[in-house]
């Protein structure tokens, strides 16, 4: 399975992200800084998040 790597934060590690960010389109061969809004979703499906991302902001997109 395919997902994405990300960092909260500058200084962690990289974590691997397996749920989809609605409104957000991977490009291979970019690194993208993006801003999203977390939900919690109420009775989530057994083998899904608890948890809704939504891209409020692309801040950049760097080519790698």
Do not use: R
């Not at 992200?17 to 993006?34: A, K, M």
């Not at 999203?36 to 801040?59: C, F, H, M, R, W």
């Amino acid at each position: 399975m395919k997902c994405l790597q990300v960092k909260e934060k500058p200084s962690e590690n990289w974590t691997n992200f397996y749920s989809n960010i609605e409104g957000f389109t991977y490009e291979p061969g970019y690194e993208y800084v993006l801003q999203v809004k977390t939900e919690k979703i109420e009775n989530p499906p057994a083998d899904g998040s608890s948890i809704k991302y939504t891209l409020v902001k692309q801040v950049s997109k760097t080519k790698k």
